[in-house]
């Protein structure tokens, strides 16, 4: 049963702190990545990796930065965090799509979620 | 620029009647569709899928429908059931080249379904 877990659901800090949430799948998936949720926004793609030290910028990667030194784990962290960064954000992983990984048959194209770690920036 | 719209931010249904949520897309290059479903305080969990070479793809409850020409894909439940209601997000993906399998969400739509 794959499994996406997330540090913390729920956190609290404080403008300008330096904020880490950390995500951790145990499916050996390549991909993994990390959004943000919004009420009315949907969820946007804030950065992804699809491979260890690899990382592709997202649709709102500002004032966001990521870390993957290992395969199971993806790091997000906020420098400084802003009030305008409070929100529910959202972990997931998923393995390449077959014409980057030549692995027939797999199903690539669910990503699977982690619970979600809901940010309070005050 | 919103690649993906869900127009419709809630839909309320009977218990028992059809559920249809409706997805737009522009990105042409989108070749493949996902419905997650999500429940408050849990993460997305995918739903159902349809690859751009098929027009329509069930599974029990759940059928979705691609219209390529129109870019506009919908997801039908029937019956619906108290235990749907949840807010439903389509997700399109360009599945080849460099893509890495990255979705482009809407902004997903809160269906209620009444006992």
């Known amino acids: 049963d794959v499994k996406v877990t997330q540090s913390s659901r729920y956190l609290v800090k404080r403008t300008g702190e330096k904020v880490f949430l950390e995500c951790v799948q145990d499916m050996d998936h390549e991909n993994m990545f990390w959004y943000r949720q919004d009420p009315g926004l949907g969820l946007r793609l804030i950065y992804f990796?699809?491979?260890?030290?690899?990382?592709e910028k997202g649709d709102i990667p500002e004032g966001y930065s990521v870390s993957r030194e290992k395969k199971e784990r993806f790091s997000l962290i906020l420098e400084s965090a802003s009030t305008n960064q409070t929100s529910m954000y959202l972990c997931a992983s998923s393995f390449p799509p077959p014409a980057t990984s030549g692995r027939a048959g797999v199903s690539y194209n669910e990503q699977f979620f982690g619970p979600g770690t809901r940010l309070t920036v005050l | 620029d919103q690649q993906v719209k869900q127009n419709s931010p809630s839909l309320s249904v009977q218990e028992g009647r059809i559920s249809i949520l409706n997805c737009d897309y522009t990105?042409?290059?989108?070749?493949?569709f996902l419905w997650y479903k999500k429940y408050p305080a849990e993460g997305p969990t995918f739903l159902i899928s349809?690859?751009?070479?098929?027009d329509k793809n069930e599974d029990g409850r759940f059928t979705v429908f691609l219209n390529k020409s129109a870019k506009h894909l919908s997801l039908h439940i029937v019956p619906s059931q108290p235990g749907d209601s949840a807010v439903y997000f389509c997700a399109a993906m360009a599945a080849g080249g460099t893509s890495y399998g990255k979705l482009t969400f809407g902004q997903g739509t809160i269906l209620t379904v009444h006992p």
């Open positions: 990796s699809y491979d260890v030290k690899m990382k």
């Open positions: 349809i690859s751009s070479i098929k």
């Open positions: 990105n042409s290059m989108f070749d493949y």
